[in-house]
T-cell receptor, first 115, second 113 residues
Framework: DTGVSQNPRHKITKRGQNVTFRCDPISEHNRLYWYRQTLGQGPEFLTYFQNEAQLEKSRLLSDRFSAERPKGSFSTLEIQRTEQGDSAMYLC?????????????FGSGTRLTVV | DQQVKQNSPSLSVQEGRISILNCDYTNSMFDYFLWYKKYPAEGPTFLISISSIKDKNEDGRFTVFLNKSAKHLSLHIVPSQPGDSAVYFCAASGMDSSYKLIFGSGTRLLVRP
């Protein structure tokens, strides 16, 4: 297992277009998290899944954002009608339940630029 | 409302000396505090954590101290090495079963050879 994999690494899109990112977590991890990081800030929580169930969504996740984790394996994050304010690094992380003190394993992220 | 704050955006230290990175928090309900290290073009990497019931945790060159009365924690790196140069994020979790992390804004550490 090579860790958490995110694709694509970079995405440039025009305002108004839809984009989709993919995250492949560590295979035995049942929790998957999405975070967003903007320049000069720490990562901010967006949403998380336990297996295939999406258990919490941040108020940062507007109606234009949707995340799925079919079959409890990989996850996708889709942004519809992108805006320039969506430009950020989107980070995925995975962990086991009960691992509060063990931290997550993050992927390298997908950098989105909306022009 | 920033619940986790890192007030020093950057820190420069000579190789071999001690690096001390600081973090303050406002919510006394946090269960765990974690430090992550981030290199450019990579995701954050977990470094060390501390439970709220402890005041110190040590792992090799890295030690985290927690002062609950002051709502303050610090990461000590001794001795500092040039490879430690990175952005360090403090994070807190445990208010609920989600284990979602609330991050500070990071401190960029530069260790000079």
């Amino acid at each position: 297992d090579t860790g958490v994999s995110q694709n694509p690494r970079h995405k440039i899109t025009k305002r108004g277009q839809n984009v989709t990112f993919r995250c492949d977590p560590i295979s035995e991890h049942n929790r998957l998290y999405w975070y967003r990081q903007t320049l000069g800030q720490g990562p901010e929580f967006l949403t998380y899944f336990q297996n295939e169930a999406q258990l919490e969504k941040s108020r940062l996740l507007s109606d234009r954002f949707s995340a799925e984790r079919p079959k409890g394996s990989f996850s996708t994050l889709e942004i519809q009608r992108t805006e320039q304010g969506d430009s950020a690094m989107y980070l995925c992380a995975s962990s086991l339940v009960g691992g509060a003190g063990s931290g997550y394993t993050f992927g390298s992220g997908t950098r989105l630029t909306v022009v | 409302d920033q619940q986790v704050k890192q007030n020093s955006p950057s820190l420069s230290v000579q190789e071999g000396r001690i690096s001390i990175l600081n973090c303050d928090y406002t919510n006394s309900m946090f269960d765990y505090f974690l430090w992550y290290k981030k290199y450019p073009a990579e995701g954050p990497t977990f470094l060390i954590s501390i439970s709220s019931i402890k005041d110190k945790n040590e792992d090799g060159r890295f030690t985290v101290f927690l002062n609950k009365s002051a709502k303050h924690l610090s990461l000590h790196i001794v001795p500092s090495q040039p490879g430690d140069s990175a952005v360090y994020f403090c994070a807190a979790s445990g208010m609920d079963s989600s284990y979602k992390l609330i991050f500070g804004s990071g401190t960029r550490l530069l260790v000079r050879p």
